[in-house]
């Protein structure tokens, strides 16, 4: 696809080998075979008709896309050379401005990988925070390339929003944050509760339904910002905060003493979280989603971002190897996706995979010590599953 256009050959037995570009306005009438094409033009009389009953008869006549479906996002991030990815405003784990100022976490990691295999650097990225209510909107009015922003893949979303979720990065659920001075254990005890909730979520509507099936009559306190639900919650104003567990797990970082909060065993919906690109660009969505499947292919691989300098240990010669691995692993997307051959080495020697990733920012050594969980490998327990790189 280039500026709305897309390109076929149209081999018949060598005979001809022309390409018809969409927008043309007059196409070649030409009988080849058991095929037969009438061309449309600027004139509403003539029509346009592709006779194929013979050519499937005959089998004489093959249609090939040729070159790359160029992509109009792609495009626009080579030409200004930086890819513009929208994250949280700040969300500790996910994404975060650390005491330097640098963007850090899993989803601007993810912001990277897509730098890397797009531009060949993971460096080329500028972040634009966004709240809940406006990140869809800011995607959508093309103020980002890309939304890498923990959030969730609904059907009312996809099918009605004019996006797209190019796939799963973080399998997540809502839960409860609780004050554990007041003894709660479960959320079958929140009768009566004030509970805080950020707007332009899926979260009031999910503890609603949770509250309403179990009798219970709850009170929703609501908040633009997130970080002005955590203050709520930390001074009393609210009994509970609910969220995506992974955000509660970030939030419950930041308060005076984490530990004296617990985050209750229910988890009361299923929470997708990944990546977002806008609808009618398949080839960018294609780019997005295959960086995400070749991160998770990678770690199936045991593929690492260490493993590719000598320096790290490893003799010249097993790191060539495993750059080798990477090149070989992605290069059957490269002409698809418009990307030079080693660009999952790229990616990979550039974020890590995805435990990497993980641990490096989610996991049991950072503050908020997020098991893997549902989220390892499903050769590993959990259901992190990605296509095959072939």
Known sequence: MEGGRWQLDINCGGVLNKSLLQSDTDFIDHACSAWRFIAVTQNPTRRRRFDLRSALVTGAIWLTFT????????????????????????????SYRDAAGAWRGFDVDFCRAVAAAALGDAGKVDYVPLSATDRFEALQEGRVDLLSRNSTWTMSRDLGLGIDFAGIAFYDGQ?????????????????????????????????????????????????????????????????????????????????????????????????????????????????????????INAEERGLMAAEFAPAA???????????????????????????PEDWLAVVIGSVGNYREIFDRNLGEDTPLAIDRGVNALWTEGGILYAPPMH
Not at 83 to 88: E, R, T
Not at 204 to 228: H, I, L, P, T, W
Not at 313 to 339: C, M, T, V
């Open 175 to 295: 839960g409860f944050l609780a004050n554990a001075v007041d003894g709660m254990t479960s959320a079958l005890e929140l009768l009566g509760a004030r509970i805080c909730v950020v707007s332009g979520t899926t979260t009031e509507n999910n503890a609603a339904d949770y509250f309403a099936s179990k009798g219970m009559e709850v009170f929703f306190v609501q908040y633009s910002k997130r970080a002005a639900a955590r203050d709520a919650y930390a001074s009393g104003q609210c009994d509970v905060f609910t969220a995506d567990r992974s955000a509660l797990a970030a939030e419950r970082s930041l308060l005076a003493n984490p530990d004296d909060h617990v985050i209750l065993p229910e988890v009361i919906s299923k929470e997708p979280l990944g990546p977002v690109t806008r609808e009618g660009d398949a080839a960018w969505t294609g780019l997005v989603r295959w960086t995400l499947y070749g991160l």
């Open 67 to 94: 070159g790359v479906a160029a992509s109009a996002t792609l495009n626009d991030v080579r030409t200004r050379d930086r890819l513009i990815c929208g994250v949280s405003e700040g969300l500790p784990g996910f």
């Open 313 to 339: 240990g490893f003799a010249l010669a097993a790191a060539k190897d495993i750059r080798s691995e990477a090149i070989k692993l992605g290069k059957p997307a490269s002409q698809s996706l418009d990307l």
